[in-house]
């Protein structure tokens, strides 16, 4: 979404620079035998910052942190921290620690850097890219549309390392139209637990191919992925149009992600303006700013629909009239939709401006309980209701955004270790991205599991994204009729539960 960090409210970041959330974990340092030929850094402030990620909630010491210059390294490590059928410590791959509850962490073990691997190679024909996974999406889209080509599908921030977002899932504006980022993958390079350096796919090794996609980590290190490439389009009609009505919204929403893409548009999401929260309306004009306000203080919840359409100089003429007939089909409140014209990197890239500016301020580093859901279509109505009327719209404030925008299952692989609803063609992508302080971290905690029980209450079959149980029936539960194949992937290629302990699945 545009500008999405400069949503968060500044007056409780300013409280959140004093926060610290501590997670036990003993201070160990690990001492490796020189015959492994590999430098583990222990100095304080490198093991400081491997013990935080984005979410600002825990605090996990690691015993050391690896920055590996090839694969190889990551592979002679693992075989001794399994070596003689004992396990001697546990490993975690860390790219830019962008997980919210410490998934990314390891107490007391090695914790592997992998930024420490980044690299594109374009293929001749530009029809794929073999990538690092330590590389930055922003660096994929840099290098490659500097050939004319790109990834088809995004997630909302870039700034995230490709192994990290495909051991999840990879989600954003496009995934109606191209799915997930781990749905445009031809092949991997992975490390499993027991040190084994093997290429999958879906022909080779599929198995591990299948499992490593949304696996979270738990079967092995990717340590190499190529990524599908297209044609890079060089600019987008970028807009945003006004609903006071959640159905009409959701119906136009709907009827966006079922047009072919000649006529459709590339992009789409879905935010929700509350009046308890602080309101960025800095999309449209000055001349109308004042009026979206009054238009949120009236209704107290206003949807903004989100789209753009990518082109070319080729389609430059005709442009404008498409974007027109487009947005003539949408049953937005009249007058309520600014268009912009920009680059289709800046489209790609632009909740980094947000961050940027928080980081300037030194606001960025508060603690993130953000809720990440799917939500079947059938009860999208109920979920809105129930959880944004409710229970968002009815705290004293909200300090952060709100998304919510549909996608097509179709789009999916289930093969694939992720999960979404499987029972509906359309599935709605919910993110409660909140920001908290050392006073309210628990009571926006407190908020997340609210609506949770209000699905759960309500038989609402939703399934969550970045999510952290605590307990073995609660990723049962998560997984399904998929939990059997994960469980016994796990054993298969990580026996000795070596890998990304974070996640407390195993």
Not at 63 to 90: D, H, M, T, W
Not at 138 to 156: H, Y
Not at 171 to 197: A, C, Q, Y
Not at 367 to 392: A, C, E, M, Q, T
Request: net charge neutral.
């Amino acid at each position: 979404m545009a500008n999405i960090f400069l949503r968060i409210t500044l007056i409780t970041v300013l409280i959140c620079l004093l926060s610290s959330f501590t997670k036990s974990s003993e201070n160990i340092k690990i001492v490796l035998p020189k015959f492994l030929n590999l430098t583990l850094s222990t100095d304080p402030s490198t093991i400081s910052a491997a013990s935080h990620d984005f979410g600002n909630i825990t605090t996990i010491t690691p015993g050391g942190v690896l920055c590996p210059s090839s694969p190889a390294e990551i592979s002679r490590l693992l075989r001794y921290a399994n070596s003689n059928g004992k396990r001697i410590f546990q490993v975690a791959a860390r790219g830019k620690g962008h997980s919210l509850n410490g998934q990314a962490s390891v107490s007391g073990g090695v914790i592997i850097n992998m930024t420490c691997l980044a690299g594109v190679v374009v293929s001749e024909d530009k029809k794929y890219a073999d990538v690092a996974a330590g590389t930055l999406w922003v660096n994929v889209v840099k290098q490659t549309t500097e050939k004319g080509v790109s990834p088809v599908t995004f997630t909302d921030y870039l700034h995230v390392t490709v192994g990290g977002t495909l051991s999840n899932a990879g989600i954003g504006g496009m995934v109606f139209r191209h799915g997930p980022l781990i749905s445009n993958v031809l092949e991997l390079d992975v490390i499993t637990g027991k040190g084994e350096m093997l290429t999958c796919s879906p022909q080779l090794n599929s198995d591990l191919f299948y499992g490593a996609l949304g696996g979270l980590g738990q079967f092995g290190i990717i340590t190499r992925a190529r990524i599908v490439l297209d044609h890079a389009p060089k600019r987008a009609k970028w807009f945003q149009t006004l609903y006071s009505d959640f159905t009409v919204f959701t119906k136009d929403q709907e009827l966006l992600i079922s047009m072919a893409s000649d006529i459709g548009v590339d992009y789409l999401e879905g935010q929700i303006m509350l009046s308890n929260g602080i309101l960025d309306t800095s999309f449209f004009p000055p001349s109308d700013q004042s009026k979206v306000a009054d238009l949120v203080k009236k209704h107290g919840i206003i949807y903004v629909l989100e789209g753009a359409k990518y082109y070319d100089d080729h389609t430059l003429p005709t442009i404008g009239k498409a974007v027109d007939k487009l947005t003539k089909t949408l049953s937005y409140l009249p007058g309520f939709i600014s268009i912009h014209d920009v680059p289709y990197f800046d489209l790609l890239d632009r909740v980094h401006a947000g961050e940027n500016r928080l980081r300037s301020l030194g606001l960025w580093e508060v603690p993130h309980p953000w809720l990440n859901l799917y939500v079947p279509k059938s009860r999208i109505l109920d979920f809105h209701n129930g959880v944004i009327r409710d229970i968002l719209f009815k705290q004293k404030t909200t300090s952060g955004v709100a998304l919510l925008y549909p996608t097509n299952r179709d789009k999916w692989n289930d093969r694939m270790s992720a999960m979404i609803p499987d029972e509906e063609d359309v599935v709605y992508i919910i993110g409660i991205l909140q920001s908290a302080n050392p006073q309210t971290l628990l009571e926006v905690e407190s908020v997340n599991d609210k609506m949770i029980r209000f699905c759960k209450d309500s038989g609402i079959k939703i399934k969550q994204y970045l999510m952290h149980y605590t307990k073995k029936e609660e990723w049962v539960e998560h997984f399904g009729p998929k939990w059997a194949d994960f469980s016994k992937r796990k054993d298969m290629f990580d026996p000795m539960k070596l890998l990304a302990p974070g996640q407390d699945i195993f």
